[in-house]
């Protein structure tokens, strides 16, 4: 008798030893709360609707929400002067934005009389090339020919308008020297074809949609910005690079010298480290849809990422890379 109790006693501890093992599967934190961020919100800042950024972070933004369990949205905007203050207000989590704009926020030169405390940089990204564009008829062959002509520098304060102005400035041009048309990429490609304006500033990541678009029907052509003359620029303005649109871009014959500007993604300094870790590692493991999603991207990788950072890296950037370059 004794020892059937005694066998009841063991069967019953062993069957109370699986309902408590059960109850603490039932428990553990599900693969999305592991996973996820404690961000239930990330909101990226782009630019304008057919250009790029908004391309590349509607893809991005898929897949935050997909991968990280968040409510993911991106944001059209002004594009880089926006973003950033955007950014400093709390009112997005994170910005593509081009390096020139990154650079003058961070150390309050520019359209920004303070420092921008609140912003990190995650990666550098491709290069935008600027395209300045008009039409053969014109007889425009060189950033130097657009003094006294109308100009459009791209919408007011962005990163295309602030490339635009810094570059005719290193050419001896003044907004004074030419009328100027604040104009997004569509409008800008609209009032070349109506003749509204002499040359356009559409600085973005090749090809440009607009561009694309402008060129069926358009007698197109790229303005050249003479390697020599930017080389004087770059003395001061760093963040350019000389380089070309390649031929057949847009049904060029030859290669256009022109100069580019790096790309940056940036979020707000105070998220937190084990949340950025997970955005840029996120956004590294999904970069073959990115590419797939706009050309520009396939001129993002690693290896690249990591160098031209013109703010702080933020330090949950800084661990993912930490990882990876210790493999």
């Known amino acids: 008798m004794r020892k059937m109790k005694a066998s009841f006693m063991v069967a019953g501890m062993a069957a109370l030893g699986l309902l408590l093992s059960a109850c603490g599967e039932k ?37 935050y929400s997909k991968d990280l369990n968040t409510n993911s949205k991106t944001q059209t905007t002004g594009a880089s002067v926006e973003n950033i203050n955007l950014l400093n207000q709390k009112k997005v989590e994170m910005a593509f934005l081009m390096s020139d704009v990154l650079s003058d926020a961070v150390n309050g030169v520019g359209n920004f ?19 300045i564009v008009t039409s053969k008829r014109t007889g425009i062959e060189t950033i130097s020919d657009l003094k006294g002509k ?59 949609s607009s561009l694309m678009e402008l060129q069926q029907g358009f007698d197109l052509q790229i303005v050249s910005i003479p390697a020599d003359g930017l080389a004087e620029v770059i003395k001061t303005k760093p963040y350019f690079n000389a380089m070309e649109i390649p031929a057949g871009t847009y049904g060029n014959a030859d290669p256009i010298a022109t100069a580019a500007i790096k790309n940056a993604l940036a979020v707000r300094s105070d998220l937190s480290e084990e949340d950025v870790y997970k955005l840029t590692k996120t956004f590294f493991e999904n970069l073959p849809q990115l590419q797939t999603a706009h050309q520009a991207a ?23 890379y930490d990882e990876v370059n210790a493999k």
């Open 27 to 63: 428990q553990a934190p599900s693969t999305a709360e592991t996973t996820g961020v404690q961000s239930k919100f990330i909101t990226i800042a782009t630019g304008g609707a057919s250009g790029p950024y908004n391309i590349i972070a509607t893809t991005l933004a898929e897949v």
């Open 150 to 208: 109308r100009v459009a520098t791209g919408a007011q304060n962005s990163g295309v308008e602030v490339n635009a102005r810094n570059l005719l400035e290193g050419f001896g041009i003044s907004y004074n020297d030419i009328t100027v048309d604040y104009l997004g990429y569509a409008e800008a490609a609209d009032a070349l074809k109506s003749g509204k304006i002499d040359a356009a500033f559409l600085t973005s990541g090749l090809p440009n």
């Open 113 to 131: 009389p303070n420092k921008i405390d609140n912003v990190s940089q995650i990666a550098a990204l491709y290069p935008n090339y600027v395209q």
């Open 298 to 320: 396939k001129d993002i990788n690693l290896q690249s990422a990591q160098q031209g950072l013109v703010a702080p890296l933020h330090p949950g950037a800084k661990k993912y």
